[in-house]
């Protein structure tokens, strides 16, 4: 007798596979839809994130672990890796930052052009972890200014997921007046950069 054959497929409607990115405020009726110029360019930014991975340890293993197929960056359009500064928007340190490491981190930020954000992914980068030495940078946010901080050593795939959902919130809700106002610019003069 032949051994049945059972097939492992689960019939889900389409609309269950697809995640679609929430609508904007604003106003709307039978046949149009209005909102603000800064929350298009908001929603478009936030759901099409382009990583620079600067990885120099033990975190940027979990890193890989989250780009993997269980965790899934790019379930929030974050799937892009780059690994030319000219193209990315979001710099992800992850890994104990040595002193002498901390200008090429400079560099690499100050070679993305704006608007770009910056997550430190681990206590290494956020604060030096358990490195309290004297070859190690406790923080880079002594080199260059930081959005978000992603706490653990090392932080699970699920927290650097929630990292990147805070950054989203920033780049969403982010005004384009916000680089050129005088704020920005005083945060920026106090790194030493134009
Ligand atoms: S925070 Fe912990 S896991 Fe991450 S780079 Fe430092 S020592 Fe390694």
């Known amino acids: ?14 609309e ?3 995640s679609i990115a929430p609508m904007p405020d604003g106003h709307q009726g039978d046949g149009y839809f209005t909102t603000s ?29 989250t780009m993997g197929s269980h965790y899934d960056l790019g379930r929030f359009g974050a799937e892009r890796v780059g690994f030319s500064p000219r193209q990315c928007d979001l710099l992800m340190v992850m890994g ?21 954000w910056v997550l430190a992914v681990g206590a290494c ?19 260059v200014p930081v959005d978000v901080y992603v706490p653990g050593c090392p932080p699970r795939p699920e927290a650097i997921i929630d990292g990147i959902l805070r950054i989203q919130d920033l780049v969403g809700r982010e005004s384009l007046r916000r680089r050129n106002g005088n704020q920005y610019k005083a945060l920026m003069e106090s790194y030493g950069i134009q």
């Open 1 to 14: 007798m032949a051994r049945p054959v059972s097939y492992n497929l689960i019939h889900k409607p389409l």
């Open 16 to 18: 269950a596979d697809i």
């Open 37 to 65: 110029l800064d929350k298009v360019i908001g929603l478009a930014r936030k759901n099409s994130i382009w990583p620079l991975p600067f990885a120099t340890s033990c975190c940027g293993i979990e890193f890989m672990a």
């Open 96 to 116: 104990t930052i040595a002193k002498k490491m901390g200008p090429v981190v400079r560099q690499v930020y100050l070679q993305m052009a704006e608007p770009r």
């Open 125 to 143: 980068a956020s604060s030096g972890g358990i490195f309290d030495t004297y070859s190690v940078l406790q923080g880079i946010d002594q080199v």
